[in-house]
């Protein structure tokens, strides 16, 4: 057996959750050293920034969403297979019981959270055979937020802002940028993708995610590929969609594209986006007792360097203060690009929260109250609880109901990212209401505004589902739709589909 199988799988699980590799922490760096002071996505990227020393300092999340882990190992021929995948699953369990990863892993039928990140179909495992004594694990955190922005296209099709896309190399270029297009803020930007082209619809996918396995700064050895990643980095931060769709200089920060061959009648354009908490690790496992021989991506002699210098997230004196319940005035007077610092009680709300308050009354009062689109990862701790990770999901999962919500219950706001649709810019106007932007991915940050977790309503529905009441303390926000028809997310789109038309 491999004695130390265990616990160096653990120890790749904890380091991919926690410790952003240089790659991605360098092209992170580069988006804030290029973005103008004082801009939103610049106080983004100075909050992502912030959120990444964090993470690694206290060994915390980067992200609440702690995604699919996806396994990608190359072992020896012989190896036992059956054993590694079940050192594999405890090690996940394990992880999750420390609050490194979040219960991630839901009953597609009943529903049901798992709580420990097991179940049919998770994790992901994948094993290959290889020719050398040694054992490699390759781990990808990918969280739901940018797994929904992936996109496949069957050329030839038409594309918005672009026309046709044909069975070229062109048409796959228009397929990658309509994707990251598409994404918007919503998969977290600036992000990176992974392409595929070929295979079938199962098969190009799964190599599009493998391409994230590449790192950022490699050449693809192919040099047709090559020229095709170039050509699409060379614009597509022409774009203007900037960190979480706020506007800006870097909307993307890696393009890796791989081919598989097809079937005649088929083209498929399979995109894997996945956004600034780009999260993958890998060991190499001596053969004889699996201790770690080499990480990859990363070398533990050489510590990450931090990504913030200074002091972080500084405030301008021009933030302003809300302290819950808020009155419809005090929503009134605010407009999109207000920065805001909440204090008071708060709700967490998703997708379980919405589909219950369509059918029944609140547990709580949310009278001049503040719903937040969120799904920590919070332990139990002796009586109470504790804050592990608490940064914000997709709002647009929630768009169906939020408006409804809005004006049976008397919110006043709702925090997110990525925005929200016509019917809640409406909701917001007639009800006097406002959507707040907080960071995707922040999960450390946010976890530090919140002062206390006062208690929990809907807890059946699981940890990331429950509704859960934050005593929060100056939680930064910006107003990106507000109750006089404005909405950041809305110019965002329509600017850069106009730039987007540019780029054929
Ligand atoms: S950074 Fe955003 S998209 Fe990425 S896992 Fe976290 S919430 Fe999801």
Partial sequence: MLPHFYEAVLDLVIKTSTD?????????????????????SAQALTIIAENIDQAAEGEGAICQDTGMPTFEIKAPAGANQIWMAEQIRNAIAEATRRGKLRPNSVDSITGKNSGNNLGPGTPVIHFEQWDQDSIEVKLLLKGGGCENCNAQYSVPCELAHLGRADRDLEGVRKCILHAVWQAQGKGCSPGVVGVCIGGDRAAGYLH??????RLLTDVNPDPRLASLEASVMGRVNELGIGTMGFGGQTTLIGCKVGALNRLPACFFVSVAYDCWAFRRLGVVLDGRDAS???????????????????????????????????????????????????????????????????KHEPPVDLKGGVLYHCG?????????????????????????????????????????????????????????????????????????????????????????EALWHLRVRDFPCIVTMDSHGGSLHKDVEVESGSRLKMMV
């Fill in 20 to 40: 952003l590799p240089p790659d991605v922490r360098a092209a992170m760096k580069t988006a804030l050293t290029n973005e103008p002071p004082g801009t939103q």
């Fill in 208 to 213: 599009a995610k493998a391409q994230l396995f």
């Fill in 292 to 358: 770690i021989r080499e990480w990859q991506y990363r070398d533990p002699a050489h510590p990450s360097l931090p990504m913030i210098d200074q002091a972080g997230f500084t405030r301008t004196g021009r933030e302003v203060a809300l302290t819950t319940p808020i009155d419809e005035a005090a929503i009134r007077s605010l407009k999109v690009g207000d920065v805001v610092l909440i204090s008071g009680l708060i709700y967490t709300g998703r997708d379980s929260v919405h589909s219950y308050l369509m």
């Fill in 376 to 464: 920590p990862v919070i332990l139990k701790d002796g009586d109470g609880w504790k804050m592990m990770a608490a940064g914000p999901t997709t709002s647009a999962r929630e768009e169906p109901y939020q408006g409804e919500v809005i004006r049976r219950y008397g919110v006043r706001a709702v925090i997110g990212k990525g925005g929200m649709g016509a019917k809640t810019l409406e909701a917001l106007r007639s009800a006097g209401a406002v959507y707040l932007s907080a960071i995707g991915g922040a999960a450390q940050f946010y976890a530090r505004c919140v002062e206390k977790v006062e208690g929990v309503s809907l807890s059946e529905f699981g940890v990331p």
